[in-house]
């Protein structure tokens, strides 16, 4: 396994190349996943082996407390998150300004490291970022929310215990953990929201990637009109999840954007085969949660 | 392959054989040893129904595989062509094979 100590927080890296290794002047593209029940590996399978085979510098890495980066009882605000970001180039070597690509929190990640260190930043690509100019702490907080219920539910614990087995019950084991023994939850409530007049003045292009039927879709117009130089797709019968769904089409995305974006834009055609929609209980989740209710803290404790 | 002559199938096996216990020794490290201890690992076996490799793991042991093996076997351009779903359905024994391929492939012939 690949670990680096980055901004005094061991980190588990996964650095991809195209065989023979990556040329000298390869996009370097660091790839940034979502939080608490997600890890590097859904960038690594997704888009990072086929963007290193079509020839970018990849760089996938365990945000802290995910996958196998380490669990710190502290430092999961966002801009702890940031300088892990710096601490992990700067540890890498990387001078060159990289593309950053981000899904969900990581896309939110992305943004703000763009408008904090644009100089290190070459592109971002944000695939379903929760954003928002006012209340984006609590928005963070009610994702986190969102999979507190998901484990919290008994038919649903039950289900992952009995049912999906191992796989299933370490991930969710493994997010009960990260919630309850750290302060994750806090830290994601005090995101601070984003700056209308920083965001005008973003120096970087950005690709904005939403599912149309996705429970945030409503803030993906508001990015594009603040973001000077934004592209915005968004996927028709995808949810939040389009990094798992259109896994094909975002590759061939990912493809012209990093290495031949002077070609026509790919043009996406839905799959007629399935809908994907978001489910009900992720509707009708009521904004903001109060994270230190006692039964909420009981359910994290059992 | 065809037209393999016998001596040549019989030195194939051999090396399948050879890298099988490899891939293994790999896993069971990535597993753990607790879990692992009992477990067979054959051609036949599958990441995900029989072994319940998390994705996470998955990425660990293509870590070690690519550090034992290096720049001969393109573990990357491997996994560029599937998802992670055909990627954690894969049988351990087609892993072997990519890996006996590239091994065995003239170093100056190109990647299909």
Known sequence: MTEVIANDVRLHVQRLTPKGGAATDAPVV??????VMDNMSSFYFALGTWLADAGCDVICYDLRGHGRSE?????????????DLTGLLDVLGVDRPVHVVGNSYGATMALAYGLESSDRVASLTLIEPPFLIEGLGEEMARSLSEILVAMSDEEVAGWIEDG??????????????????????????????????????????????????????????????????????ILAHHTHMVLREATAFLRVLLGWWLLDRDAPQPEFHPPTERRF???EWVTQMVPPPNLARPEIAQKLST | MSGT??????????????VLGEVAEDLREVIGEEYSLDLEITAE?????????????FVALAD?????????VD?????????????????VGEVVQFIVDSLRAPASAGSA
């Open chain 1, 164 to 233: 999906a087995g191992r796989v299933a019950g370490r991930a969710l084991r493994s997010a009960r953990r990260l919630i309850g023994e750290t302060t994750i939850a806090t830290d994601m409530l005090a995101t601070p929201p984003f700056s209308r007049d920083a965001l005008a003045a973003l120096p970087v292009p950005v690709l904005a990637v939403y599912g149309e039927n996705s429970d945030i879709i409503g803030q993906a117009e508001g990015l594009a009109a603040l973001v000077p130089d934004c592209t915005l797709v």
């Open chain 2, 64 to 72: 070690r595989l690519r550090e034992r093996y290096g720049d001969p």
């Open chain 1, 277 to 279: 929609e978001t489910p």
């Open chain 2, 5 to 18: 002559s016998g001596v040549a199938q019989a030195d194939r096996t051999s090396i399948e054989a050879q």
């Open chain 2, 45 to 57: 076996t599958t990441f995900s129904q029989d072994l319940e490799l998390e994705s996470i793991e």
């Open chain 1, 30 to 35: 660091v790839m940034v996943h979502g939080m």
């Open chain 1, 71 to 83: 669990r710190t009882a502290a430092g999961y605000q966002l801009a702890d998150s940031l300088a």
């Open chain 2, 75 to 91: 573990f990357v351009g491997f996994l560029a062509k599937m998802d992670v779903d055909q990627v954690i359905n894969m049988h």
